[in-house]
């Protein structure tokens, strides 16, 4: 058996293969599908395999996976090209007689009014139409998302966000990454609402912030449309920011919170609480 993980040097993808190890699987048997080889050798494991693999680049792909018998796609960060870029990986992963696939999407993408979803519901779509066995792993908000705004927030006593009173269920990214290694050992297919034990408002987060920084820190709600610009004014691309803006207003309507406990299910344990999350996150 052999297991690829795609991006395997980005933030989740490097704590998926962490994971596997964790959980038994040799190193020599997980094959790391990244588009910078060099970079590979900087942050993996010794004797995890290394092959070129680049979503834009679809030659590189079937040979990636030759002789692979599982592969976790995990999502595109290039949102508006993920659709393209997904069909190559999922048109390889079939050349290839790859037998199980595993895909990062989006809590609910069958029903989100998020802007990220409907690029995830295509994927979703496209794999159901390969054929190919596989488990949708729908991951919800990473409580990481917000580690960069902790810097600002502490420094000027505001957190800023547009969410009002909604909860977000988030999990930490070693988590996520956790219940993916758990599946691909497994096999399971399925679709997995995935979703920390713990939902919090951002008003919550804020206090948690305070709590482990020492620091006063409140939650200051706009305008979904104030905040935009509060992102932009920031630095953000005025799409994205529109994007986690939008984002921020779909919150108050609960489309990120979810209390099926897959999540913990599936990692054999509770998600790590919000606590130690923003401990971390904090301390970094």
């Not at 993408?109 to 496209?126: C, I, N, R, V, W």
């Not at 912030?209 to 979904?224: C, E, H, M």
């Not at 990120?256 to 913990?264: E, K």
Request: aromatic share 6%; hydrophobic share 45%; proline share 4%.
């Amino acid at each position: 058996m052999s297991i690829a993980v795609t991006g395997a040097t980005g933030h989740l993808g490097r704590l998926v293969v962490d994971a596997l190890i964790a959980r038994g699987t040799a190193a020599s048997e997980i094959v790391a599908v990244v588009r910078d080889t060099t970079k590979a050798a900087e942050v993996l494991p010794q004797g995890v395999q290394v092959r070129e693999g680049d979503y834009n680049r679809p030659e590189t792909l079937t040979a990636a996976f030759a002789g692979v018998t599982k592969v976790l796609l995990i999502s595109g960060n290039e949102v508006g090209q993920r659709v393209p870029q997904h069909t190559a990986v999922i048109d390889a992963a079939k050349a290839a007689g790859v037998g199980f696939l595993a895909y990062t999407s989006i809590l609910r993408a069958d029903t989100s009014p998020l802007g990220l979803a409907p690029e995830h519901l295509a994927t979703e779509q496209l794999i159901a139409a390969s054929g190919i066995p596989s488990a949708l792993l729908r991951n919800g908000w990473y409580v990481e998302n917000y580690a960069g705004s902790f810097g600002p927030a502490i420094a000027q006593g505001t957190l800023y966000g547009a969410a009002g009173e909604g909860r977000i269920a988030a999990a930490t990214r070693a988590d996520f990454a956790e219940a993916a290694a758990a599946v691909l050992i497994s096999g399971e297919t399925g679709v997995f609402e995935l979703a920390g034990d713990q939902a919090f408002t951002l008003a919550e987060l804020a206090a948690e912030v305070a709590k482990q920084s020492g620091s006063p820190v409140a939650y200051q709600d706009l305008p979904v449309a104030d905040y935009a610009k509060a992102l932009v004014g920031a630095g953000l691309p005025e799409g994205f920011a529109n994007l986690l803006a939008d984002t921020d207003g779909k919150i108050q309507d609960g489309h990120l919170d979810d209390s099926t406990g897959t999540l913990a299910r599936l990692i054999g344990r509770p998600t790590t609480p919000l606590s130690d999350a923003v401990a971390a996150a904090v301390k970094a």
